[in-house]
């Protein structure tokens, strides 16, 4: 119990010491172990790891728990093929594993594989209904492939199992967003924001929120946080510039958008919005120039540019 306690505290070295004691007054549980395997996990010390794993899984062999966490060792040190072993092996000791499940699900989208990948989210959640993680990997695994509605509801589940998961209400603010819900997808960023302040993904989207609703002064403080963690993000840039655009400022809209046209020399609507602004700024031959690139870029011809 104290063990567990100072895991918890992020006391590592002291948890060490009692899983350490433990395993000499119990030589024969693979429970002192199976915990020295997961401190040595977050330790970094991966040999170790794997050997105190080994050693639990040596003295208790039909422990699913012990193989399960074997594989969860093995897969965040990408190991994938050994870590779908041990999951296996988990859940032939027990088919109601629903962590295994979901684990041993998540490697298979990671492969590519969807219908089996959903297939083992289901049956994790057959054993365990209140499974968030579940939940939340059937929400993504439904929106990396556009079926919004399916990871809306999934979400949504994930977040009434774990109301503070910064991760799904995100994600539900992508497929919200994606769809064309923009005012509950707004709800669901700004919720992201309450619990973590700093998330500079959320703020972008709010922002292009704002963009699409047409507050451009709004949009544009959100967009100008969230590029100084993304510098180069072309997204952000592109839409910093058409903001000032809209707001009547061409000569801030200009850094913006030719920064855009450097990072993404092809993107023909970068170089047309760069000519609009420089018209706009009275820049006649810059725009003129920026005019024909984007033509250019446009029909795929860039010999035609001077």
Excluded: W
């Excluded at 699900?105 to 289901?122: E, I, N, P, S, Y």
């Excluded at 556009?146 to 497929?175: C, K, M, Q, T, W």
């Excluded at 973590?196 to 989207?205: I, K, L, P, R």
């Amino acid at each position: 119990a104290a063990g567990q306690f100072l895991i918890d505290a992020g006391d590592l070295t002291g948890a060490l010491e009692c899983f350490d004691r433990l395993a000499l007054e119990r030589p024969a549980s693979a429970l002192p172990h199976y915990f020295r395997g997961r401190i040595f996990d977050r330790m970094g010390r991966l040999d170790d790891a794997l050997a105190a794993h080994r050693r639990a899984i040596e003295l208790e062999p039909e422990n699913a728990e012990c193989h399960y966490r074997f594989g969860v060792t093995l897969a965040r040190n990408e190991r994938c093929a050994d870590a779908e072993a041990s999951y296996r092996r988990a859940l032939v000791l027990d088919h109601g594993h629903a962590r295994a499940y979901t684990n041993l699900g998540f490697l298979m989208d990671q492969r590519g594989d969807r219908g089996q990948a959903v297939q083992l989210f289901r049956r994790a959640l057959q054993y365990n209904p209140h499974s968030a993680e579940a939940h939340f990997n059937l929400g993504a695994l439904y929106g990396e492939h556009g079926n919004h509605e399916e990871a809306i509801r999934e979400f949504r589940h994930a977040i009434r199992l774990s109301p503070d998961s910064v991760e799904a209400h995100y994600n539900l603010g992508i497929a919200l967003y994606e769809q064309g819900d923009l005012d509950t997808a707004l709800d669901a960023f700004r919720r992201v924001t309450r619990l973590s302040a700093q998330h500079a993904d959320a703020h972008y989207f709010v922002g292009m929120i704002y963009f699409r609703k047409g507050l451009h002064a709004k949009s544009v403080k959100l967009l100008l946080s969230a590029l100084k963690t993304n510098p180069d993000h072309p997204s952000i840039l592109y839409h910093i510039g058409m903001c000032y655009n809209h707001l009547e400022q061409p000569a801030k809209a200009i850094p913006p958008l030719k920064r855009v046209t450097e990072l993404s020399p092809d993107d023909h609507r970068a170089f047309y919005a760069l000519g609009m602004v420089y018209d706009r700024a009275d820049m006649r031959d810059e725009a003129k120039q920026a005019y024909r690139t984007a033509e250019a870029r446009l029909h795929g011809d860039h010999m035609r540019v001077a």
